[in-house]
């Protein structure tokens, strides 16, 4: 049982967990935290899905969360020095790690926490949305993901939807037989610079981001069909947003729409730096888990790439913070005229 905060993290880094295929990596962190001394109940997301809720008392209060699941392609961690470098150093591997020694620290302080730890935050959120069904007595959650070691002020949304065009197949010897569904997709597509976005003075702008695109059978052939998948990073409402697309689009395609995770605004507590996240989180689809807070380590700019990566000296300041954070927020909650009992 090690309580050295980088090599706990490239523990939970040596088994692969991305999004979809969390249970191995899941059944690991229950018996691991089990034999740390906690009392751990697996919340079912999906068949071999499950999110770890672990406890210390019978109605815990503050909850430190995170997501397990990771982005493709796996990455296998090592060390080099005082950095852990691969998938989930930094998000979210690492952080799970850091509130792991926290919340015992927190535990051995008699502070009423718990810890969560979902799947799939990096693709619908279904974990979060399964363990919102089982609040428990949470008031209080921190939510862990990369913020350089600063307190989140707010989080932008994210909105996700699929464009798609039809054409006519013909011989691309003859295209004036045929109606390329390339062609009206990239025509589109030029256009996206152009859309006037709402912007918010807390949140800043709303971007959009062509993720994928596919379309054509061959390249003798003119393309009968095309799509592009695209996310909007929301910083005003879904819906206004998605009138904005439907407008551009005006019949020349068609959309679907996907996933969406709406903007927040959070709690703050003084002692903290502060910033805006410009990602999405779980916290929209935690609400019945306590007033929101967002802190974690390590670098957005990193994650999701080749160069992901997080120092000890980072981890270390976040098992602070941590700790610092759930005994601040708590005393907040204690003296809330909302919570029952309280004066």
């Not at 807390?202 to 695109?213: D, K, R, W």
């Not at 819906?239 to 709690?267: C, D, F, H, K, Y």
Request: aromatic fraction near 4%; include cysteine; hydrophobic fraction near 45%.
């Amino acid at each position: 049982m090690t309580n050295d905060v980088l090599r706990l993290a490239a523990e939970l880094m040596a088994i692969d967990s991305t999004s979809g295929h969390e249970g191995e990596l899941m059944a690991h962190v229950s018996l691991m935290l089990e034999s740390r001394g906690w009392r751990v109940k697996r919340i079912p997301v999906s068949p071999g899905r499950t999110n770890v809720f672990a406890t210390c008392v019978h109605a815990p209060i503050v909850t430190l969360s995170t997501h397990l699941d990771t982005v493709p392609p796996y990455i296998p961690p090592r060390i080099e020095g005082d950095t852990l470098w691969g998938r989930g150093a930094c998000d979210a591997k690492g952080i799970a790690a850091a509130m792991i020694l926290a919340a015992e620290q927190l535990r051995e302080r008699d502070c009423p926490v718990a810890l969560l730890f979902v799947v799939g935050e990096e693709v619908s959120h279904d974990g979060a949305h399964a363990a919102n069904e089982n609040p428990g007595t949470s008031r209080v959650l921190i939510d862990g993901e990369p913020t350089d070691g600063k307190l989140g002020l707010g989080t932008k949304g994210a909105m996700r939807a699929i464009i798609r065009t039809a054409g006519v197949a013909a011989h691309s010897a003859y295209p004036e037989l045929g109606d390329s569904a390339i062609t009206k997709l990239v025509s589109l597509l030029q256009e996206l610079p152009s859309l006037e976005l709402p912007y918010d003075d807390l949140l800043g702008a709303t971007t959009i981001n062509v993720g994928q695109i596919v379309g054509g059978v061959a390249d003798n052939v003119i393309a009968p069909s095309a799509e592009a998948r695209i996310m909007v990073r929301l910083v005003s409402d879904a819906e206004e947003i998605w009138r904005l697309l439907q407008w551009w689009v005006a019949g020349r395609a068609t959309l679907e729409r996907g996933s969406m995770v709406p903007a927040m605004r959070l709690s703050v507590v003084p002692g903290f730096e502060t910033t805006v996240a410009a990602f999405a989180t779980d916290m929209p689809a935690l609400t019945r888990w306590g007033t929101p807070y967002l802190y974690g380590p390590g670098s957005i700019h990193v994650a999701h790439t080749v160069q992901e990566r997080v120092t000890r000296a980072e981890l270390l300041e976040a098992v602070d913070g941590y700790v610092r954070l759930a005994e601040a927020a708590l005393a907040i909650d204690r003296l809330s005229p909302a919570r029952p009992g309280a004066s």
